[in-house]
Structure formats: C-alpha cells, structure tokens
C-alpha cells in the first residue's frame, strides 16, 4: 500500500511539472505579445492598424478568446473581435492594481461571465474568461490606456484532459490568493494549501484521510508568474492495483498447502506488478507526447533519444530519421559558436535554460521557437538527460515584424511615411560634417479634385503610379516618402549647391506631370513643390526644415502652380496668416455678428428693371479687419470648412429671403454661390431643397451659381446634387464663364439657365480686343444654346453700351450699385423706377 501511494507521488510530480511547464508557457506568450504590441502602440498610427495587429496576434493565440485595447475612461479603443460593447470596463476588474502600482508589470484579473469582455450573450453560454491586463504606459510612467487578453480557460482543460481522464484527476490553476482561475471545478484554493505554498514552492499532502474520498493533493508555485497549479488524484485509484495484491495474496494463504500454486501465485503478482508499472510509464509517456509543444529528449551527449508527435510535427522530421543524432540539424547558422558555448555550460551545471531559437525545417523554412532545456538528475546529482521543450513563435514574430514596418511605411505605396521620414532626417542632423541637407516638399494639383470628383479608388491607383514613376526617377540617391494624402517628400544628402536641387525640382515636376490613364480617361495631373536646405550644425531641427519645405510648396501652388519655389522668411508669415484666417473662420462660423451677407443688384440691360441679386459673403473679424473671400473662400475649400461656411450661408439668406416675403417686399431672383467641394462631399441639394421648404422659399426665387471647373466633376454625388437643384425648379448659372476649362459637352448635359461673363474680361472692354472678342464669343454661344447672358463688374458707361449692343441680358456691376446691406437692398428696390429711366436713357443715346 505504501509503495503504490509513493508511485502515485512520483507520478503526479512529473505530470504536475510538465503540465506546470505548459501554462508557464502560455502565460509568458500572452505577456511577451501584449509587451510588444504596447511598445508599437506609438507606431501604429490610428486604429485601423492597432485592430489589425490584435486580429494577427489573436490568431497566433489558440489560449486567447479576444485581445482589447482600453483608454482608462473605459472606451475601447481597438478590439481584435470586431465588436464594440458600450462599456469597455464590464467585469475587467484588473485596471485599479495597475493605477496603484507603477511597477506591476501585468495583472490576473478574477474569471468573468463570457467568452470576453461585454459578450452580449455571456449569461446564456455559461462560459468565463480571465482577463490578462497589461499596462500601456507613458514615457513618464503613467497608464494610459489597458491591454487585456481574455484567456480561454477551456484551451487548458482541453491540454489537461487526457490527464484527467487516464488518471481521474482534478486539475486546478489558482491565483496566489487562493482563487480558481480554471480547473475541474471551481474549488477554491484551500487554506492549508495556500500555506504549504509559503513554505514550499512545491510538493504534495493527503486530504481526508482515512475517508472514502481520501486523495493526493500535489502542487507547483509558478516562480515567474503568481500562479499556483494543483492536480488532486484520488486515493482509492492509486490503490486499486494495492488491493489485488491483498486478494492475491489472501488466495495464497488460503492454497499454502499446494506449495505448486502458490509458487504460480508468486509469479502471476509479479507479472501483475510489471504491468502496472508499464501502465504507469505510458501514462506519462501519454501525457507528455499529446502535449501541444514540441519536446524531445536527449541523453548526456546530446543525442536524441525520443520526440513527441508535435515536435515531429513542427520540424517536418520523422523520428527514425533523427534518432541518436544531435540537434545540429535544426541549427539555422544564425546563432554564433559562443551563443551554443553558454549553452552547454548552463545545462551541463544542472541548471535550466531558456531562450529563444531560430531554426531550421525539413524543407529549409526557418522557424523562431521559445526553448526550455531541463536537465533529467540521477540520484548522485549527475546528468544523465536533457529535455527540450519548444514553443513554435514563428507567427507571432511575422506579426511583430509587420507592425514595425507598418508603424513606418505607407501601406498604399510602400514609402516611408512621415515619422520615418523625420528620424531619417534626425539622424542626418546628428551628423558631424557640416554638409548641406536639401528637402523636396511635393503636393499635387488638382488632387482633391479627382478624389472627390472621380471616387478613392482613382486617387490611390494616382499616387500609386506617382509613386513609380518617382521611384524610377530618384533610385537609391534620395529617399522618398509619403507624408499623407497627395504629399509627397525627397531629402537629398548631402546637397552640392541650389542648382541641383533646382535641376532635381524640375526632373520631379516634368515626372509628374506625365499623362495618367484611368478608365477610358486621361489627366495630366501637375504638382507643386517647394524646397528648403540648410546645414546640418546650422542649428535649424529637422521639423523646422520640413515645415519651411511645406511653407515654399504652398508659395508654388500659390503663383500658379507646377512649380518649384524656395523657401524665404517671407513665406513664414503668410503660413501663419493662412493659419491664423483658419482658426478664425472656425470662430466666426460658430459667431453670431462676423459672417454677414451683401446683396448686388442685377438689371435688365434693355428695360432697366432691377430682377434681383447675387448674394454676397462679408467677414470682419473681432479686431474690426475685414477679410475678403478671395482669400478665405480658397483656405475654406482645402481645409473643408466651406461646408459649415456653406450651411450658414444658406440658413442665413432663406432668413433673409423668408421675411421679405413675410414684409411682401420685391427681390426678384437671388444668386447663391455654391462650391465644388461642396457639391462634391455633401448631400447639398437634399439640405438645400429641405431648408427651402422650412423658409417657404419659392424655387423661382432662387439662382444657384457654380464655376465652369465644377462641370468637370464626373462624381454621381455631384450630378446628383445638380439633377435635384434642377428637377426642383431651381435656376442654374455658370460663373466665371471663360476662366476655366469647360466643354460644350458639359454645357449641354448641364442644363444651365445662365452664363456670366467673368469680371476680367469685362475690364478689358475698350482696351484689350481679345477680351471683347471673348465676350462676344460668350454672348453668341449663350444665344445658340439658349441660355441668358450677365456680365458681372460693370463699372463704365462704356461697358455698359458695349455689352447692350452686343445684347446681353443682364447687367451687374458698380455702375448701378455696389453689394448693399438688406437694408439699403430694399431702399434701392424701391429707387427702381428711377434707374430704370436713366437707363432708357442710355439706351436711347446707344441707338
């Protein structure tokens, strides 16, 4: 009885040690991939790639059910699952330790209802988690945001399983206070067993004895984690094979007289007890070739003596065709004679060893693997085995590996993106020669147009081939980068002197500007760049060299555009201009009394009638300047606000226009400007037509005005918002007629209702005949298509007799009157009578 209780303690010890090896394991694979993911976290950029990157680690982790990301606000951040529950914190009850404790490196939380943190349908499924929180730290130490892994407990009970059953064990894993994590069942860790475990990482006891549920209770204390696993093997098992050997031996006592049986009975206990101890040998034989890492084992001189079927698995090697060889098979050559040295040295004292490996496949793949090398002691303490335990890493170090490139590269082009952009040129500016360092600062035009216009998937297939063909012209001698969106950066280093960086400005814009293909379309798209270079011990940082580049591209793009310009201390200021009118239009918009409206009369050139206004936008900030929209309209359209800028005007004008109609005042047809951005980005026409029918507006009273660069937008968004403005009764003009690059196709599929001659070409009237020839080219075309004609900017008599003749319509300029408050726009509705006999009175004189 005595020696089948002691075979039961031997036994359990080993098992409890490889099963102890196992989730030690586990539990360093979860932390080291949360410790790496936490150190990319500032590489990443924004949340697409962090989901990205917990989806690829949590297929890499069989024991992990979901991996979350959590600011301490609670909000989720990123969620490998894809689900996004409403609060980020629901059963996570490890976040409090890490705020108390700076030095707490990770925390066990309690096992919580669910498969993961806010499961909708936790209650229903009867299964838990255990959350494994790892903390996000700042550079100064404080939590920002949480890591947590929701372990499956069910992944280890399936580990254990064939344990459990060929032994009828209960196998627990208990925190250091005594908590069950996971196990058989949700017994709580004892108290004598919590103390034994102060006394003594390790060992065994019985429980109840003398009692039919007499049992075996072995335990290990984890000594990197604070863990304690316990396996209870029950007594009356163990002594099933005691008690046949009590019958046996009772028959012979009964049968000593025939001494012939009893001899046999001798030998049937022997046979018996040599098969138990088979049986017990190929339990653990069992046991530890299920296991899901690779083991073998070898003896002193490193020759391997037995793998289980997943190492087998792992290398792509049968065990015949490795037997009583040494490991130098799997040797990738990566590892240097010095690093096998401290090997052998360690496991050759009888310590273990543990580290990572690169090695080789069957088939020549290479493999990253976590190894624990043990060494078997015999009873004088001399080594007699080794045994290796390997944990295939391969996966989770491709995923490490990829978010370090994504947290540097553009995932569209595959350049470098802005950060690695910025630490090239760091470690270019730590440099000791004083050489010249030169940046190329690259945006393109017209870019936001074709995004907009002609959908995503037109502008990335540009800055794709952009991309190319920048690459072909630049090779190795410069490094190129994506900044973001259309922007592109070249540094140049070292820099010989302007002309190169001239010459190089030039090759880059003649690149660019090479016809692109897309559909059955073809563009010429032109870019804008600015350059900016200084010594690298100047005292100038790389950020401030960048932004100077940025500065000299917005100059460029500002004075015509495919071109290159330098930067200059006078650029400085109007970047800070631009952004300061950027800030202040935010500011306005939200204000009450900066943006107003003013009201410029139209006439009918041949009766003189006043039919209405274009409706003008005004800005006068707080300090009293007042800002004109030639140069805020333009900031507006490329940072975006010319939709909040576009919504308060239309509010703010079918104001206006309702109260005339409550007051019955006449205003005839009021023009509104309408941008392409936002006919492009905004469901314009819908918010247009429902605050129209809010105000009770008349579509005949409404004139919407858009630039000939507009008709360009092949965007179904943008033929949509003009269909509807159409089909609703709404008039629409074509402004700035002759400024921009329209076709007659575009006319016509339009519809418009009105052209109107630009300003520039009305002040060349009795001075520059190409501008007449213009007008009346305008004027002739007009009339063939039937549309009306107004000439905008008529400040002259002699304007006005020269476009009367050539019979344009309508007339709108500051020889009748300048852009009027509502005010005075009603005053001078009522002065119309007048007007209009001054001017019967022109037109008499012109006949």
Known sequence: MARSLQNQETSDAVLLHALEDTVVRSFQAINASLATISESLPLLGDEQNITRILSDQLRTAPQLRAVDLIRLDQTVIASATG????????????????????LIEFVIGDPQEGRYPGDLF???????????????????????????????????????????????????????????????????????????????????????????????????????????????????????????????????????????????????????KRDLAQGDIHLLSTAIRSAANAIFITNKAGKIHWVNDAFCRLTGYEFSEIKDKTPKFLNSGQHSPQFFKELWQTILNGESWRGELHNRHKSGERLTVEQTITPILNIKGDVEHFVAVHEDVTARKHAEEKALYLA????????????????????????????????????????????????????DSLLSRTTERLVQLLGDQYLLARLGGDEFAILAYPVLNDIELSNLASQVIETVATPFEYGEAVFTVTC???????????GCDASSLLRQADMAMYRAKHEGKNTYRFFDEAMDALMKRRVYLQQQLDIAVKSDHELSLRFQPQVDSFTGQVCGAESLLRWETEEGEWISPAEFIGIAEETGQILEVGNWLMESLFRQMADWNARHVPFGKIAMNVSAVQLARDTLADRLLSLMRAFEIPPEQLSI????????????????????????????????????????????????????????????????????????????????????TVAEGVDSEEQLVFLQQRHCNFIQGYLFAKPLLAEEFEVFMSSGASLRTGLDTTMETTK
């Open 83 to 102: 689900y996004q529950y409403e609060d980020g914190s629901k059963g996570i009850l490890c976040v409090q330790p890490l705020l108390e404790n700076n």
């Open 122 to 272: 936790g209650a229903r499924t009867g299964l838990h988690y255990v959350p494994f929180c790892f903390p996000v730290r700042s550079e100064s130490g404080e939590l920002v945001s949480v890591l947590v892994a929701s372990i499956n407990p069910q992944y280890f009970t399936n580990l254990f399983q064939s344990v459990i059953d060929a032994n009828q064990s209960k196998i627990r894993l208990h925190r250091y206070d005594g908590l069950t994590l996971m196990g058989s069942d949700a017994v709580a860790a004892s108290e004598t067993l919590l103390a034994r475990v102060k006394q003594r990482s390790w060992g065994a006891y019985r429980v109840a004895e003398g009692s039919d549920d007499a049992a075996l209770l072995s335990y290990r204390s984890t000594s990197l984690l604070p863990l304690i696993i316990s396996m209870e093997s029950s007594e009356a098992f163990s002594l099933d094979a005691w008690r046949k050997d009590e019958r046996m031996l009772s028959m012979v006592m009964m049968v000593l007289i025939a001494l012939v049986t009893a001899i046999a009975l001798v030998f049937v206990i022997l046979f018996e």
């Open 408 to 459: 540097g590269h553009d995932p569209l082009t595959g350049l470098p993106n802005r950060r690695h952009f910025e630490q090239r040129i760091h470690h270019v500016f730590e440099a000791p020669a004083p050489e010249v360092a030169g940046i190329l600062f690259i945006d393109l035009d017209r870019f936001k147009e074709i995004n907009d216009t002609m959908g995503h998937e037109a502008g």
């Open 528 to 538: 804008s760049v600015g350059i900016a270079q200084s010594f690298v011990n100047s």
């Open 705 to 788: 005005e858009i630039t000939e660069t507009t008709l360009m937008a092949t965007s179904d968004l943008v033929e949509l918002n003009l269909k509807q403005l159409k089909q609703a009764g709404v008039t629409l003009a074509i402004d700035d007629f002759g400024t921009g690059y329209s076709s007659l196709s575009y006319l016509k599929s339009l519809n418009a209702d009105y052209l109107k001659i630009d300003r520039s070409f009305v002040i060349g009237i009795g001075k520059n005949r190409s501008d007449e020839s213009i007008i009346e080219a305008t004027i002739a075309l007009a009339k063939s298509l039937e549309l009306a």
